[in-house]
C-alpha cells in the first residue's frame, strides 16, 4: 500500500445547535456546568432571513426543519471561521449527515398515503346502515384528501425540498461554494464516515476547505417504538442538536491566517461484520484495533493522550467493552492517568450528531486548555487507566512541546467503531517541534481503480446480462405501470397538474425478489421487514460478489460498502404513516360531514377506517428498525457476505450513485481501504414520487424521450447497480479480472439553482475529472449523458459537453440509458456506468431509443452523433477505448466520470 501525505487538517470553524445551547461559547458553558440530565426538548426552530440566503418565499413550504436548522449552523459556522468577509475557496465541499427521515418526508407521505384512509373512511360511512350517515360518503373522501393537504401543507417545490441532499445543495447555493454536495447516513458512525471523507479529500487536493455538518431531529413516533423494540431509549438515542466545523489542511490555515481550534491528525473506521440483526460492537478487541491502527498511521504514542471522549449509547456491555479495548492500548499506564468523558450525561446520544457533537467538544476543550467534566452511565473504570474529570480541570501539556493530545471513540449500530485523533492548534511556539508525518510527493495522475465485479437489476432485467441484453437489441422496458404499483383510482389524473394526483401511468418497475438468496440465511420475519429497496439490492450485491468470484479474498481485507439512496426509504416513510393515523382520524373527526354526527357513531366510523387502513399492527421487532434505516442497505450486504467493510449511504439526488462511487475512489487512492463496493439503488416507481414529481411537472405525459423532438420530462424507473472496485496495482497483483478502469472522477456544484441545469456546474465537473487523468476529452470515444429527457435539461447537457469535448475530428457517440428504463434516481449513475461498462466489453456502442432529434441540440459544436442502433465501437490504434459518464441532480448537483478499457499488457507495463 502506497504512503500518503498526512498533512494535520484544522478545524477553523465551528458551529453548534442545543435545546439549551445556540453558539459556540454557549455550547462551551452547557458542557462545563454542573450535569442535570440530557434535555429531552427539540431544538427551537431557526429564524433565518431566507431572502438573505437567496431562496425564494415559494419554496420555503417545502423546507424540512433540519434543512433550516443546518442552514443556520452553517452561516454560524463561517461567521466563525471568518467568512464571508474574506473569500473562501470555491472549491469547498459540503458534507451533511443526517439519520431518518425529516419533518417534510413524513408529511408529504402522510398526505400521499392519507388517500388510502379517505378512501376506506368513505367505505365505512357509505356501508352504513344509517342512512343518515351512508348519504354523506360521497363527497367524503375529496373532503378529506383537500382538508390533509391543507393541514400538512403541500408544494410543487416538494420532491425537491424534502431530499437530504437538497440541504447541502441549499448550503452552496447559498454561499456560493461550487465543491462536491452529498448527504451521508451510517447510523451512530455518520460523522466519522463524513470527516474520513473530508480529511482524505483535503489531503488529496481534490477540495481545499470541506464544511461537514451532522444534524439528528427527532420526527414521528415510528422510530422511537423501533429503537425501543432493540432495547434503547429513543429520548437518548434521538436526542436533538446540529453541529458544524470548517475543516482545511493547516498549511492552507496558517497560510490564510484562520484561527484554529485544533487539528485532526487522523480518523479511522473499522466495521466488525455480524450476520444478523443490526446490533452494537460487544467485542473489546474491535475498539482496541481501531485505536491502535489510528495512533499507528498518525505517529503517535498513545500514551501521549490527554483525554479520550467517548460516543455510543447507554447499553452497559457496549460501553464496557469500549473502556476494556481503550484500556489495552494503554497497557500498563498508571491507574487514572487518562481523563476519560462522554456526552450522554448533558446532551443524550443525538444518534447521527453525537460524533460530531463530542469532536466539538474535544476540539473547544483543546483550544481552552481545559477539561469539562464527564461521566458515561454504566461506565466502571476501576483497574484501568482511565478516570473522569469531576469539574472543569486544567488541562496542562502533555509533552515538553507544549502540544495536546485527545482522542475520540465511538461505537455504531451494525458493528463499526470510530476512531479519531485530534491535537492542539498551535499557531507558533518558539517549543514547538514539527510532528514527524508519512510525505508523498503527488502523483501527476491519480491510480486507477479496476472493476473487478459488477452486478444490476432493473425492469425487466434481473441481472447484469439481461439488463445489456435488452439494451443491445433495443428493447426498452417503459410501459404502463402495473395496478399494485400505482392505483389509478386513487392518484392517477390525466392531464391535471395537481397537488394530489399524477398525470403519468408509465415506468419501468422492477420485479423484486420474494426470497432472500439463497447463499444467506435470513429468516422470513426479518426478510419481511427490509425495505423493497434493502431485498433488491441484496440480490444483486450476490450477483456483484459471483461475478468478482473471489469473496474469500475481500474477508480478509478492510473496505467500505457505500451505496447511493435516498437517506428515508419507502418501508419506514409508509409505516410512520401508518403509525400517525390518529392523525388522520383528528383532521376527518372535524370535517363538517363528520362533525355533527353523535360522538360514539363518529368513533366506530373512523376506527372502522383506521382497521382498513393499518397494514402493520404488530409489535414492533429488533429486526424493525433495520428495514428502515438507509444505511441497512449497506450493512446488510456487508454483515450477510461477512465482509470487514464500513456500510454507509450516500444521497447527492440523482448523482448519488456516482457520488458513491467517488466516496470508494477517494478511500482506495487514500490508502484506506483494500476494496470497494459502490453502486446506488431506488425505486422511483410509487405513488409517493408519482404525485411530487407530478406536482412540479417533471414528468413526462407519454413516455421519456432524451434528446428526441417530443421530450418533454422523464418516466419512472426501479433499478440498482453495484461494482468492485479495487486499485489497480493491487488488482493485478492479487490476479483479479479486470472488467475496466475508473481514471477519474469529477464532482462540481453550480451553485445557481436547486431546481435548473446549468452549463457551467456541468462543465466544471468534466473539466476536474480530465484533470485527473493524462488524456484530452478527444481521446474519449463514448459519452453516457444524463439525459434527462427534458428540452431544457437536454440542451443544457449537450451545450456543456461542446464546451469540452468539442473541437474533435473524429464525432463523439452520445447515448443514455434512461431511454430504456427510465430515470431511475439515485441508481441513475450505476445504469450508466453499467451501461458503459458492458458495451466497451462488448466493443459495441450502445444504442438509444430515439425517432425524431431535437434540432436545437448543438451536436455539430462537439461534433457528436446519438445512433438508435448498436454499432461496432472500432479500437483506436495506440490508445484503449474510453467513456464519459455524466450523473447530474437537483440541487446544482454535477457528477462526471471516465472509464477505460483494460488492456492488460499495456496497462501492467504502465503499472510497472
Not at 402522510?110 to 363527497?139: F, M, N, T
Not at 389524473?493 to 440465511?521: F, K, M, N, W
Request: hydrophobic share 40%; with cysteine.
Amino acid at each position: 500500500m502506497p504512503h500518503f501525505d498526512r498533512e494535520p487538517i484544522a478545524i477553523t470553524g465551528i458551529a453548534c445547535l442545543h435545546p439549551e445551547a445556540a453558539g459556540v461559547d454557549e455550547y462551551w458553558k452547557l458542557l462545563t456546568r454542573p450535569a442535570t440530565g440530557a434535555s429531552q426538548d427539540r431544538l427551537n426552530d431557526a429564524d433565518i432571513d431566507l431572502a438573505r440566503f437567496g431562496i425564494p418565499p415559494a419554496q420555503r413550504g417545502a423546507m424540512s426543519r433540519l434543512q433550516l436548522l443546518m442552514l443556520d449552523a452553517a452561516h454560524r459556522c463561517l461567521a466563525d471561521a471568518g467568512y464571508p468577509a474574506r473569500p473562501l475557496a470555491e472549491r469547498t465541499d459540503v458534507i451533511v449527515g443526517t439519520c431518518f427521515g425529516s419533518d417534510r418526508q413524513y408529511a408529504n407521505a402522510l398526505r400521499v398515503e392519507g388517500a388510502r384512509y379517505a378512501r376506506h373512511l368513505g367505505q365505512v360511512v357509505a356501508l352504513d346502515p344509517d342512512d343518515r350517515i351512508s348519504g354523506r360518503a360521497e363527497q367524503l373522501p375529496a373532503q378529506l384528501r383537500a382538508r390533509l393537504t391543507e393541514r400538512l401543507g403541500a408544494s410543487p417545490h416538494d420532491r425537491v425540498g424534502e431530499m437530504a441532499s437538497a440541504i447541502p445543495a441549499r448550503i452552496a447555493t447559498a454561499f456560493r461554494l461550487t465543491g462536491r454536495t452529498i448527504a451521508v447516513e451510517s447510523a451512530d458512525a455518520t460523522p466519522f464516515v463524513a470527516l474520513r471523507h473530508a480529511v482524505d479529500s483535503l489531503r488529496a487536493g481534490t477540495a481545499e476547505a470541506v464544511l461537514v455538518l451532522t444534524g439528528q431531529c427527532r420526527e414521528g413516533a415510528l422510530i422511537g417504538e423501533m429503537l425501543a423494540a432493540k432495547g434503547l431509549s429513543a429520548n437518548d438515542m434521538l436526542a436533538e442538536g446540529v453541529v458544524a466545523l470548517l475543516l482545511k489542511r493547516r498549511s492552507s490555515a496558517l497560510h490564510d491566517g484562520d484561527r484554529g481550534y485544533a487539528s485532526i491528525l487522523e480518523c479511522r473506521v473499522r466495521h466488525d461484520p455480524h450476520p444478523g440483526v443490526l446490533r452494537y460492537a460487544t467485542e473489546a478487541e474491535q475498539y482496541y484495533r481501531v485505536a491502535e491502527e489510528t495512533h499507528a498511521a498518525a505517529g503517535i504514542a498513545p500514551e501521549q493522550l490527554g483525554y479520550i471522549d467517548w460516543v455510543g449509547p447507554s447499553i452497559p456491555a457496549v460501553t464496557a467493552a469500549g473502556v476494556d479495548g481503550l484500556g489495552k492500548v494503554f497497557g500498563a499506564a498508571a491507574s487514572g492517568s487518562v481523563r476519560f468523558g462522554g456526552n450522554g450525561d448533558r446532551l443524550g446520544h443525538g444518534l447521527a450528531n453525537a460524533g460530531l457533537a463530542s469532536i466539538a467538544k474535544t476540539a473547544l476543550a483543546l483550544d481552552h486548555r481545559a477539561l469539562p467534566p464527564g461521566s458515561l452511565r454504566g461506565a466502571d473504570l476501576a483497574a484501568t487507566p482511565f478516570r473522569f474529570p469531576e469539574d472543569l480541570e486544567r488541562w496542562p501539556a502533555e509533552t515538553e512541546s507544549e502540544v495536546r493530545y485527545a482522542a475520540v471513540c465511538g461505537t455504531a449500530l451494525g458493528g463499526t467503531a470510530s476512531y479519531l485523533l485530534l491535537e492542539s492548534y498551535e499557531r507558533s511556539s518558539p517549543g514547538l517541534r514539527p510532528r514527524p508525518m508519512l510525505v508523498r510527493s503527488a502523483p501527476a495522475t491519480p491510480e486507477a481503480i479496476a472493476i473487478v465485479g459488477f452486478g444490476g437489476a432493473f425492469a425487466d432485467a434481473p441481472d447484469a446480462t439481461a439488463f445489456w441484453q435488452n439494451i443491445r437489441s433495443g428493447r426498452d422496458s417503459l410501459r404502463q405501470l402495473p395496478d399494485d404499483v400505482l392505483d389509478r383510482d386513487l392518484y392517477l389524473a390525466r392531464g391535471a397538474l395537481t397537488l394530489t394526483h399524477t398525470y403519468c401511468a408509465v415506468g419501468a418497475a422492477a420485479s423484486i425478489p420474494e426470497q432472500p438468496p439463497t447463499s444467506l440465511h435470513l429468516t422470513p420475519r426479518r426478510y419481511l421487514a427490509m425495505d423493497r429497496a434493502q431485498r433488491l439490492a441484496l440480490s444483486v450485491a450476490e450477483e456483484t460478489l459471483a461475478r468478482y468470484g473471489r469473496r474469500p479474498t475481500l474477508c480478509a481485507g478492510d473496505g467500505t460498502v457505500v451505496v447511493g439512496s435516498t437517506l428515508s426509504l419507502s418501508r419506514e416513510r409508509s409505516l410512520n404513516a401508518e403509525r400517525s393515523v390518529g392523525e388522520l382520524a383528528d383532521v376527518a373527526a372535524a370535517l363538517d360531514e363528520l362533525a355533527d354526527l353523535p360522538s360514539e357513531d363518529r368513533d366506530r366510523i373512523l376506527a372502522q377506517a383506521g382497521e382498513r387502513y393499518v397494514t402493520w399492527c404488530a409489535p414492533a421487532m429488533p429486526a424493525d428498525l433495520d428495514g428502515c434505516l438507509a444505511s441497512g442497505v449497506a450493512a446488510l450486504a456487508a454483515n450477510e457476505f461477512r465482509l470487514s467493510a464500513v456500510p454507509l449511504v450516500i444521497e447527492s439526488a440523482c448523482a448519488s450513485t456516482l457520488a458513491a462511487i467517488d466516496y470508494a475512489v477517494t478511500a482506495l487512492r487514500a490508502g484506506c481501504v483494500d476494496y470497494a463496493i459502490a453502486g446506488g439503488v431506488e425505486l422511483a416507481c410509487n405513488p409517493r414520487d408519482l404525485v411530487l414529481c407530478s406536482a412540479l411537472g417533471m414528468l413526462s405525459r407519454s413516455r421519456i424521450t432524451p434528446f428526441d423532438a417530443e421530450a418533454d420530462g422523464f418516466s419512472p424507473g426501479d433499478g440498482c447497480a453495484m461494482f468492485v472496485l479495487k486499485r489497480l496495482s493491487d488488482a493485478q497483483r492479487d490476479g483479479d479480472k479486470i472488467y475496466g478502469l475508473i481514471r477519474g472522477v469529477g464532482a462540481a456544484n453550480d451553485a445557481k439553482s436547486c431546481i435548473a441545469p446549468n452549463v457551467d456546474g456541468q462543465v466544471l465537473a468534466m473539466r476536474r475529472a480530465f484533470g485527473q487523468v493524462e488524456f484530452e476529452p478527444a481521446a474519449v470515444d463514448y459519452l453516457e449523458a444524463h439525459g434527462t429527457g427534458t428540452r431544457v435539461g437536454d440542451r443544457v447537457e449537450i451545450t456543456a459537453a461542446a464546451k469540452v469535448y468539442g473541437g474533435r475530428i473524429q464525432p463523439l457517440v452520445i447515448g443514455t440509458a434512461k431511454s430504456f428504463i427510465g430515470h431511475t434516481f439515485a441508481a441513475a449513475g450505476g445504469a450508466g456506468l453499467l451501461r458503459t461498462l458492458q458495451a466497451m466489453r462488448a466493443e459495441t456502442f450502445p444504442p438509444t431509443v430515439l425517432h425524431t432529434r431535437n434540432p436545437e441540440l448543438p451536436l455539430e459544436q462537439i461534433p457528436a452523433v446519438l445512433p438508435n442502433v448498436a454499432a461496432p465501437w472500432p479500437a483506436v490504434p495506440g490508445r484503449p477505448r474510453r467513456a464519459g459518464v455524466s450523473s447530474f441532480g437537483t440541487g446544482g448537483i454535477n457528477y462526471h466520470l471516465l472509464i477505460e478499457e483494460y488492456q492488460e499488457d499495456s496497462h501492467r507495463d504502465s503499472a510497472s
